[in-house]
């Protein structure tokens, strides 16, 4: 079939998501597998948003409130901000391809770290623009070698504190050295969908950066400490007039209502959050010791996630983990085809992955 498709979106690299349980039970005749592929919460959603869900289901005849004005109220009260400065997405990913419709033409150009999360540069280039892919040093975003990619054509530049899949951070420093050195009129986006789990001090937030007089965008979501990935709800926080720019090209019912509800309860639920923030600490610390022992190395993460190199290939290693039933994610993808990515799980999870490794690494 003749189809009218441009060429940018033809150069697409299709996104390869993680396998959901149920099919890969299905597949491999295996049961009570466990998923530590996609960073999500182990513990499940916070018990107050499965409440608040259950009352909410009643008013599913209605539309959602489109501004999304409770829990971006409530966002702003939290943070210190003021709601103007909020723009809720449906997930981070539908802010980033916000980001990228509105302040992207054809033709020009976003710098971001190589690996990175996927979704920046497919978005990138469903705009028609060119992501311009920086390698990591030694497992870090190279930021200098980020600014020497900065050209008249550049308007935007991604940065991941906690940086998908390495986990790793950069200093307030450094940041600042880099936005100061950075020509003006480029957006900034600052990926921060981990920084609940961060345990280092030294790291940029962009809370405090909002008001600076250059455009940095926080993009944060409820997918990942909060346990709601399967509801979708995300959230930028922006000076005021970038939020203007994402407001228009942004669906007006784009966050549905259970997902407000649900991240509304959340955002009530600090022992939750707490309980979650501390058992991925406390995994961290037994998988370093574990995988110490078996002789492994891992790159020290400031997410609830870690990157290890198994030594052999990723995508066998992934393969006989999934017979053991542990579902983890290849790097192979992202150019680390010896290194596979783990999310933290309850304890009981991370021995059976630690085992299966084991067995994996032995054979
Ligand atoms: C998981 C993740 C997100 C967010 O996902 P949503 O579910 O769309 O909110 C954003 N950035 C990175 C780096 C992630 O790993």
Redo the contacts with the bound molecule.
Sequence with gaps: MKLPVPEYILSIPPYVPGKPIAEVEREYGIRNSIKLA??ENPLGPSPRSLAAVRDALENLHRYPDGGGYDLATRLAEKLGLAPENIVL??????I?GMLTTAFLSPGDSAVLPKP??L?YEIAVRCAGANPIKVPLREFNQDLDRMLEKVTPETRMVFL?VP??PTGSIFSKAAFEDFIHRLPSGIIIVL?E??IEFVREPDFPNSLNYIDIDKPIVG??????AYGL?GL???YGLMPAEVAGILNRVRQPFNVNVLAQTAALAALEDNAFLSKTVNMVHEGLDYMYAALAKLGISCCRTQANFVLIQVGKKADEVFEDLLREGVIVRSMTSYGYPNHIRVNIGRPEENERLISALKKALLK
């Design positions: 996609s960073n997405g449906n997930g981070s990913d539908e980033i990175s999360f979704m991941n940086h998908n990926d969908a981990y993009l944060r979501t409820f997918s990942k990935a979708r709800v995300g």
